[in-house]
């Protein structure tokens, strides 16, 4: 295992402005805009996501957990919590699309939409399939509002252990957490802090390239990366992983090429032809352990590889973005070894 820069690196994910609201209000029906206008202190600041569902108590998510919310703000007490009606919901969608559901009916399709911000809206509901594919997504039942949060300096600390200054280039590294534990803020900031580079400290800015299949990471709305990936940074969003790939490679020239959430068998093969063409891989992936990553195919066959020269666990242990464990792509291949002969590592 690698030295960890710090005993403990938390990605701090209090921050002051409020920027969310400008941004946010404009969507919400007259009685949720005054309830969240209102909304201040340590619930404002943490904010994560804003839980509408139909009929049921209306809920907010922070890295400390669920509470619900009543017309004076943050409550403990469900019976004191506003209960969301299907016509907010419905004022809500029609808010998110602009009052034109056939204009944005594809992205609607995959269940979320982008907002202006770099936020996104998730949504439930009944689902027309047509020959076994989602064709559309109608009769909305939830919706889910998740407050994009750009953390400068996040990965700061991790520089030294993910740059190799002799060759000028970023190792292969898969970032690892269970959701919501930073993996996503701390891969966004590690791709602005690469493309922007510091040549003060021997680091020149790359080119980098970003796969964007859910519109989190550079936030995009209308094909403009609302949140700052970096000035020499060149996105593709709403794009699969796999494909999208290979669609940098060919068009983009990068040097890094950054993604969120491996996990299908293409992702794997794209990863591996991409780091056959010189690029430099950074990613991540769902998991608490590397017993977790084992139980996962594709994952298991690049570790197993040794396609990915680190691997960082993160967790929530002391605040989302804490780093627990870096591994070396060898370390994780012996310790692969030692448990597959039965031997403790």
């Known amino acids: 295992?690698?030295?960890?820069?710090?005993?403990?690196?938390?990605?701090?994910?209090?921050?002051?402005?409020?920027?969310?609201?400008?941004?946010?209000?404009?969507?919400?029906?007259?009685?949720?805009?005054?309830?969240?206008?209102?909304?201040?202190?340590?619930?404002?600041?943490?904010?994560?996501?804003?839980?509408?569902?139909?009929?049921?108590?209306?809920?907010?998510?922070?890295?400390?957990?669920?509470?619900?919310?009543?017309?004076?703000?943050?409550?403990?007490?469900?019976?004191?919590?506003?209960?969301?009606?299907?016509?907010?919901?419905?004022?809500?969608?029609?808010?998110?699309?602009?009052?034109?559901?056939?204009?944005?009916?594809?992205?609607?399709?995959?269940?979320?939409?982008?907002?202006?911000?770099?936020h996104r809206a998730g949504f439930v509901g009944r689902v027309v399939s047509e020959e076994s594919r989602v064709k559309l997504l109608r009769d909305i039942s939830g919706i889910s509002i998740r407050i994009a949060r750009a953390v400068k300096g996040a990965g700061e600390a991790l520089l030294p252990q993910l740059y190799c200054s002799r060759l000028q280039r970023v190792y292969h590294t898969l970032l690892v957490s269970a959701p919501q534990a930073g993996k996503t803020t701390m891969l966004r900031d590690l791709a602005r802090l690469f493309s922007d580079g510091d040549p003060a400290k021997g680091r020149p800015g790359l080119k980098v390239g970003i796969v964007d299949e859910r519109s989190e990471l550079a936030g995009c709305y209308l094909g403009v990366p609302q949140l700052d990936v970096g000035m020499r940074s060149d996105v593709l969003d709403g794009c699969p992983k796999a494909e999208g790939m290979m669609m940098l490679v060919r068009s983009m020239s990068p040097q890094l090429l950054v993604t969120d959430e491996l996990g299908r068998a293409e992702d794997a093969r794209?990863?591996?032809?991409?780091?056959?063409?010189?690029?430099?891989?950074?990613?991540?992936?769902?998991?608490?352990?590397?017993?977790?990553?084992?139980?996962?195919?594709?994952?298991?066959?690049?570790?197993?590889?040794?396609?990915?020269?680190?691997?960082?666990?993160?967790?929530?242990?002391?605040?989302?973005?804490?780093?627990?464990?870096?591994?070396?792509?060898?370390?994780?291949?012996?310790?692969?070894?030692?448990?597959a002969s039965g031997h403790v590592f």
């Open 1 to 118: 295992m690698l030295a960890c820069p710090h005993k403990d690196i938390v990605v701090k994910l209090k921050m002051a402005k409020m920027e969310w609201k400008n941004q946010i209000l404009p969507i919400l029906p007259p009685r949720l805009q005054h309830i969240f206008a209102a909304l201040s202190g340590q619930a404002a600041e943490e904010l994560e996501e804003i839980r509408l569902r139909s009929g049921k108590a209306l809920m907010i998510h922070s890295h400390r957990g669920e509470s619900f919310v009543g017309l004076s703000g943050v409550t403990g007490s469900f019976s004191q919590a506003v209960i969301v009606t299907a016509a907010e919901l419905q004022a809500v969608l029609l808010a998110v699309v602009e009052y034109s559901l056939y204009a944005r009916d594809e992205e609607l399709r995959r269940g979320y939409l982008a907002l202006p911000g770099g």
């Open 270 to 339: 794209a990863v591996e032809e991409a780091v056959n063409t010189g690029a430099s891989i950074l990613a991540t992936v769902h998991g608490h352990c590397l017993a977790d990553l084992m139980k996962r195919p594709s994952i298991a066959y690049l570790l197993q590889q040794t396609l990915f020269e680190r691997i960082i666990f993160l967790s929530r242990r002391r605040g989302p973005g804490t780093v627990e464990e870096i591994y070396g792509g060898e370390t994780v291949k012996n310790r692969l070894k030692a448990e």
